[in-house]
């Protein structure tokens, strides 16, 4: 329907940011038959700020969708490199390897982790999710909400062809950590106890890289970390992130610390000393999920970022992001069953999609008092126990019977 100079479209619901979360969602409600419109301001492929990796929450949430997903995914060679686990470097200098290699009878031969770039996984979603039922406009932009008396949404954005008016009667906002929606509740202040400053930087020709992701915890920098993600083509994704608070507090800057550990530290110096880097590093923000936000109301509901949802002990936010997709489009569903949008239909939401983190809000917790000498002694001592390595070889096995072979649970 057209309407002066501006484009109407009238929508049940609508989703906005095609990133992880918000294609996660819509590919969902697709297989769930329920149709809906998403918008996503950028082209794909685009590009993210991220680290790159993988975990098994991602495989878990690929394999509800087509249990073939997984395989595609890590079939893409040239794009994806497989790593069996995690390198830790602790603040006393020594590495411990934290790896699984899976045995020959192992039903689930799949790897821990995997690392591609955004540029590349966000379109391997992102391209998965044209159907009968689902709308997919990109470069797409929501400028401005607004409700109208009868409690519909009104939202005004721009797309490739000028202004767009959307009518919807729910709003799934997946729009990431700078989301419209956010802002048009008023709830995306930033709490710097729970929000992390980051940057990325890839580069070319680090020596040394394995079949692990490397985490580095630098002396007397808490609540921070270095990190090397390996990627195809002899490439890495390096970055550097510390609890906001933290970075405020001691007056860090960030871009000095990153540039001085890759100069001038003792072990990683070295190996950048022949490796180029291919971007500038880049700054982002992560909204931990230590900070429990309001993810639902009377007509929307927040995903991913924008529910503040990334783990606060690891930083990953994709795979808690996809679960919350997966999560947000089983309840849309029921809605759209009903024909009722109203907050009873969403009740148990936020406890559902905040559940799965419980565990590493607790240690976040526990960490953040932790005055800087006995976290140093903690990661360095703590990490190298025999008894931390042998039961991570015990629990992997099953965090993969989880990912290949637990349905996704919902309480409604
Ligand atoms: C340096 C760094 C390293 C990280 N490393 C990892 C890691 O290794 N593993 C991991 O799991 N997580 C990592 N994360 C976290 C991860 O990047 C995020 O948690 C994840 O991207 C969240 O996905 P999302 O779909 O919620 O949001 P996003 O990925 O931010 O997607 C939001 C989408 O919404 C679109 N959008 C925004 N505004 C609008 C609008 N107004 N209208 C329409 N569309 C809009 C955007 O273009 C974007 O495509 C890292 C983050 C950083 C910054």
Redesign the pocket.
């Known amino acids: 329907m057209r309407s002066g100079m501006s484009q109407i479209i009238h929508t049940d619901i609508l989703i906005?940011?095609?990133?992880?979360?918000?294609a996660t969602c819509s590919l969902f409600l697709s297989k769930l038959k329920v149709p809906h419109l998403i918008?996503?301001?950028?082209k794909f492929p685009?590009d993210?700020?991220?680290?790159?990796?993988?975990?098994l929450k991602v495989a878990r949430v690929l394999r509800a969708l087509d249990p073939e997903l997984p395989d595609q995914l890590l079939a893409q060679a040239d794009a994806v490199t497989p790593c069996r686990g995690a390198r830790l470097i602790t603040p006393g200098g020594r590495s411990v390897d934290f790896k699984y290699y899976p045995k020959p009878e192992d039903p689930h031969p799949f790897p821990l982790l995997y690392c591609a770039k955004r540029l590349f996984f966000?379109n391997f979603l992102a391209a998965r999710i044209p159907s009968p039922y689902a709308d997919f406009r990109q470069e797409?932009?929501?400028k401005s909400l607004a409700r109208t008396p009868e409690g519909h949404w009104l939202v005004e954005?721009e797309g490739p062809d000028g202004p767009l008016q959307i009518q919807a009667k729910m709003l799934a906002g997946?729009?990431?950590?700078?989301?419209?929606l956010l802002r048009h509740l008023g709830t995306r202040k930033i709490d710097r106890n729970h929000y992390a400053g980051?940057?990325?930087q890839y580069w070319k020709g680090i020596q040394g890289l394995g079949d692990h992701i490397e985490i580095y915890f630098p002396k007397g920098l808490p609540m921070s970390y270095f990190y090397i993600?390996p990627l195809p083509n002899g490439e890495a994704n390096v970055?550097y992130?510390m609890v906001s608070s933290l970075l405020a507090q001691k007056q860090h800057n960030l871009r000095d610390l990153f540039k001085k550990l890759i100069e001038t530290d003792p072990l990683i110096a070295p190996r950048f000393a022949a490796a180029e880097p291919l971007e500038k590093p880049i700054g982002?923000?992560?909204p931990l999920a230590s900070r429990r936000r309001p993810a639902s109301g009377e007509g929307w509901l927040l995903?991913?970022?924008?529910a503040s949802l990334?783990c606060p002990t690891s930083?990953?936010?994709?795979?808690t992001?996809m679960m919350s997709g997966y999560i947000a489009a089983h309840f849309l569903a029921r809605a759209y069953q009903a024909g009722d949008y109203s907050h009873a239909q969403f009740r148990n939401y936020d406890k559902e999609i905040y559940r799965r983190l419980e565990e590493e809000i607790r240690l976040f917790r526990i960490m953040m008092r932790m005055p800087v000498g006995v976290y140093d002694w903690m990661l360095s001592v703590g990490v190298r126990m025999p008894f931390f390595q042998k039961r991570f070889v015990k629990l992997a096995p099953k965090w993969l019977q989880t990912a290949f072979e637990k349905e996704i649970a919902i309480a409604f």
Do not use: M, N
């Not at 997946?174 to 419209?180: L, M, N």
């Not at 995903?303 to 924008?306: E, M, S």
């Not at 930083?315 to 795979?319: D, H, M, N, S, T």
């Open positions: 906005i940011g095609a990133g992880p979360s918000g918008v996503e301001a950028a685009r993210k700020v991220c680290g790159d990796g993988l975990d966000d797409t932009a929501v954005a997946a729009d990431g950590d700078h989301s419209v980051t940057l990325r993600f970055g992130g982002w923000g992560l995903l991913g970022d924008a990334v930083g990953e936010g994709i795979g992001g």
